[in-house]
């Protein structure tokens, strides 16, 4: 057939352009079924529903609004005859009970938890459905029992308390007009109080844009993913260089499902340690397993403890000295004389310096003697000397910067002995009256070149 017609003649047909196959529903066939032909089926209202037409019917009573208050028991006449009804399987078949599994997920120990457990009742008559607890956890389940009127949607309240850490898998029976028993499946992961930090592993690095006192500080999230409050505490393990570094606040309370801040701040400088670790401890708020230690501060004996490892990361710093050289010239014995020089920063990262040694000999004081230099900006030292004898002096003092090698400063200066001259050498006040006042000015010169 296709080599019969397949010719060279356009009749200016093109694929799919505007053709479309029929859609055919079953509205349409069941219009063109004579239903007088139709068979009719024996017990035909007794079969079960099909599925479209259950969930149909499900979806009409999940749009209405939920029974509450009812009977625990039968009262009237009505619903007694209606619960001792033995139901066929299609009347059993249009009551819904459900979620068949009700996962509860992770929970904490000792801490109730509430899932509901819907029915829906298509019939139009009177059920008694009743909750069968034999578990310890499921004791504060309420209400037990329900008398649930045709056409409603009802809730039972399933309140889980676990009193043992592990995994909990347990079947919860049910039981329709005191025959028909079913079984809901009850699952939970009974855990000790936790919380979950954002990262084991802070690294805390400095910030050119903000202050120095305010660049190397870092936040940890906390979060709570149990149902239970979490009380916590950090607690510094402090090493034999000690520790720079703080966190804050220190203790405190997660509430379920909640996130808290706490700030590491790194206190720097040359001789401080840029590692440290905290040790979290997590217990209930509830919980009395805490044991005293000799600062009088409580810490938990609690099975959930977390580690934090903090680090600092200090940039290179770009700095240069301008005088390397403080030359005093020449000093006067006894007395304080003052010199400084500068540090300029003119890198990106703060810098923090030491001096090797403030008191590098007798009578000298260098000041400050270990500090920060912000990124951009400059400080000044100060150099004070107090000579006591009458020498030449070259000292050597070492600066050191953290991450740099030590610079070396020199200062030099000659102490010399001040020379005074007073012109006169006698005073003659003449005669002064009895309990009067007399006064003469007189000079003193100073002939060296130092004050």
């Avoid at 401890?281 to 099975?303: G, Q």
């Amino acid at each position: 057939e296709h080599k019969k017609y397949d010719n060279d003649i356009d009749l200016g047909i093109k694929p799919a352009n505007g053709l479309e196959s029929p859609h055919i529903t079953l509205a349409d066939v069941e219009k063109n079924v004579n239903k007088a032909i139709i068979p009719s089926y024996p017990n035909w209202k007794y079969r079960l529903p099909t599925t479209s037409e259950l969930a149909e019917q499900e979806q009409a009573l999940l749009s209405k609004p939920i029974k509450e208050g009812l009977n625990s028991v039968p009262t009237t006449q009505k619903e007694k005859n209606d619960c001792a009804i033995l139901l066929s399987p299609s009347q059993l078949f249009k009551i819904v009970v459900g979620p068949p599994e009700l996962n509860f997920g992770e929970v904490c120990v000792n801490a109730p938890v509430t899932k509901f457990l819907s029915v829906l009742n298509n019939l139009d008559q009177f059920i008694l459905v009743q909750i069968d607890v034999d578990s310890s956890a499921l004791k504060m389940t309420s209400p037990l029992s329900q008398v649930i009127p045709g056409k409603s949607h009802v809730q039972f309240s399933v309140t889980f308390e676990p009193t043992e850490i592990g995994l909990y898998q347990r079947s919860l029976s049910y039981i329709i007009n005191n025959f028909y028993r079913h079984y809901v499946k009850i699952i939970a992961d009974v855990r000790v109080p936790t919380v979950q930090l954002s990262t084991e592993k802070l690294l805390i690095r400095s910030l050119p844009h903000l202050l120095a006192e305010d660049s190397f500080r870092k936040v940890v999230h906390l979060y709570n993913p149990l149902n239970a409050p979490a009380e916590f505490r950090w607690i510094p393990i402090v090493g034999p260089r000690g520790t720079a570094f703080s966190i804050r606040p220190a203790t405190g309370i997660i509430e379920p499902y909640q996130t808290i801040d706490s700030e590491v701040v790194w206190y720097g400088s040359t001789q401080a340690p840029l590692e440290n670790y905290f040790t979290l401890y997590i217990f209930s708020t509830n919980d009395s397993r805490k044991v005293a230690m000799n600062n009088n501060s409580l810490v938990p004996n609690s099975e959930t403890a977390l580690t934090l490892q903090c680090i600092a990361q200090v940039g290179k710093a770009k700095f240069k000295i301008p005088e390397k050289r403080v030359n005093f010239g020449l000093i006067p014995i006894n007395m304080i004389t003052k010199k400084s020089f500068t540090i300029v920063n003119e890198g990106t990262n703060h810098l923090f310096y030491q001096i090797t040694d403030p008191n590098p000999c007798s009578g000298v004081i260098i000041s400050p003697a270990n500090g920060l230099v912000s990124a951009g900006s400059q400080t000044s030292i100060t150099i004070e000397v107090t000579p006591i004898e009458l020498i030449k002096f070259d000292i050597k003092f070492g600066l050191k910067v953290l991450g740099q090698r030590e610079q070396e400063i020199r200062m030099t200066g000659d102490v010399v002995e001040p020379t005074l001259n007073i012109p006169e050498t006698e005073f003659n006040f003449g005669g002064v009256p009895i309990l009067m006042k007399a006064m003469q000015p007189f000079c003193i010169e100073n002939k060296n070149k130092i004050n």
